[in-house]
């Protein structure tokens, strides 16, 4: 019997969410459900699009598309790759369909990649239905930890600076499941705490100024609350709501400018890249003016 799912209708997937997007829903048409099922964690879903691949979607919400996903993963990853000067150590939190992981393991400066996922089962289905998504995993520099993100930054002690990170990515879900935690201060001081001197932090922020803009405004105020150095950007990706997503980067490195790549990509790095470059990477910090007044005139 065919696999069916509470989203999909008349052959259409929808994503809607009164708490986060009321009033607005977004579809993709399906070819085949290729899985469903109900981890531990969260309820998971990959299908067969008829026009954006495979989707993995996790509590009803889209995660990546075979389309598109390297607008999300090369952004989140390079940005604060690019933006650091000299970045060896690099820890993923989430990140399971592999995406983000796979860009960082193209910087050969970068020695060592710890990947933090809560989830085993995302990770073998990105393994069976997102090759190319989660081809880099298995690489020699990738440590790969299934644990609760917060949990692990909790074991970072404060005094243990071998334990601690150059660059962290939050690559996570949103906050409806278990990744409710990211978007509270705790996570920002333990972040803080796990970051090297001049490290950079970057994680989605699971909002975009079309969505709800006063919770992104509050979610900047908390990483700015804690960090002495915070910016914004987005990227373009038409499978999330409303074709966009947000991120946050921090640093404690006052007058770093985390908008300009520090670093130029070099011609081969630039060749495996589809979406990144240090000109789209200026230009995603600049945002519309009414986005502007409500998200960069704020004071923490
Ligand atoms: N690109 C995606 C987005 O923004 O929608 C995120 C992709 S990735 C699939 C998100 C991963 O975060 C999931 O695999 C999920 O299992 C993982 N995750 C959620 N909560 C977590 C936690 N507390 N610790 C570690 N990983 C977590």
């Given at each position: ?8 209708k ?13 009033g ?5 048409r ?56 000299n ?73 243990d ?9 939050t ?26 001197e ?18 992104l ?5 908390t ?52 979406y ?6 200026h ?18």
């Amino acid at each position: 019997m065919e696999v069916q799912h509470a989203r999909i209708k008349n052959g259409w997937f929808t994503e809607v969410s009164d708490a986060h997007f009321p009033g607005q829903g977004f579809s993709l048409r399906v070819e085949k459900v290729l899985h469903h099922s109900q981890s531990a964690f969260q309820d998971i879903l990959v299908f067969k699009s008829t026009d954006f691949g495979n989707v993995l979607v996790l509590d009803g919400i889209v995660q990546c598309t075979e389309r598109d996903e390297f607008a999300y993963q090369e952004m989140i990853t390079h940005i604060p790759i690019y933006a650091h000067k000299n970045p060896k150590k690099v820890l993923v939190i989430g990140g399971g369909d592999g995406g983000v992981i796979r860009e960082v393991v193209k910087h050969s400066c970068v020695e060592s990649a710890t990947l933090v996922e809560i989830d085993k089962t995302v990770i073998e289905l990105s393994q069976r239905y997102l090759p190319e998504m989660s081809c880099s995993i298995s690489d020699p520099k990738v440590n790969l930890q299934f644990c609760d993100g917060f949990q692990f930054l909790r074991n970072i002690g404060s005094s243990d600076l071998d334990a601690k990170y150059d660059v962290i990515i939050t690559d996570s879900s949103d906050p409806d499941g278990p990744a409710e935690a990211f978007f509270q201060k705790e996570y920002f001081q333990l972040l803080n705490n796990a970051l090297r001197e001049d490290g950079i932090v970057i994680m989605q922020a699971s909002e975009n100024v079309w969505l709800n803009i006063n919770y992104l405004g509050e979610l900047i105020q908390t990483a700015k609350s804690v960090f002495s150095n915070t910016g914004y950007c987005y990227t373009t990706v038409p499978s999330y709501t409303s074709g966009q997503l947000g991120l946050i980067v921090c640093s404690n490195e006052k007058d770093l400018r985390l908008d300009v790549a520090h670093r130029l990509p070099t011609s081969e790095e630039q060749q495996k890249m589809k979406y990144y470059n240090p000109k789209i990477h200026h230009a995603s910090f600049i945002l519309p003016t009414w986005a502007d007044r409500i998200l960069n005139t704020r004071q923490a």
